[in-house]
């Protein structure tokens, strides 16, 4: 009889000591992921910060392209400036390798023909002006 009783308590302690370490896993397995799912969250957020400045830098590096092919296209040249790109590039769409579209604030005397334009650069190219 006493046996039967030490055997039922051990039973029912190590049942409790066993619900007690497995409750504590969870615990630290949804901490675990939880700190997990906060670094991701916090790398996503500087990934999203660098790709618009990425988009930013992209941008700017294409308008100062475009500059240098209308003043190749003019043949004018002159310091290559923000005053001087935003004076004559309104946008500019590109495709690397591909095409570029390049809109500009007026319009422009080309002196260069689009066929040899594209031989030299090496991609499709469109020159329209744009009007505020």
Not at 11 to 33: K, L, M, P
Not at 114 to 123: R, S, Y
């Amino acid at each position: 009889m006493q046996l039967n009783e030490q055997y039922d308590e051990t039973i029912e302690q190590t049942q409790e000591n066993f619900e007690e370490y497995c409750q504590s896993v969870i615990e630290a397995v949804d901490q675990y992921f939880e700190n997990l799912i906060q670094g991701i969250e916090d790398m996503a957020r500087q990934l999203k910060k660098a790709q618009g400045k990425l988009k930013d830098a992209e941008n700017y590096l294409n308008r100062a392209y475009a500059k240098r092919i209308i003043d190749w296209a003019t043949d004018q040249y002159e310091p290559l400036t923000d005053a001087a790109i935003n004076e004559k590039i309104r946008k500019v769409n590109r495709d690397f390798g591909k095409e570029i579209q390049i809109y500009t604030t007026s319009d422009i005397p080309i002196k260069k023909s689009l066929d040899e334009m594209q031989k030299i650069l090496q991609e499709s190219v469109s020159i329209q002006t744009v009007k505020n």
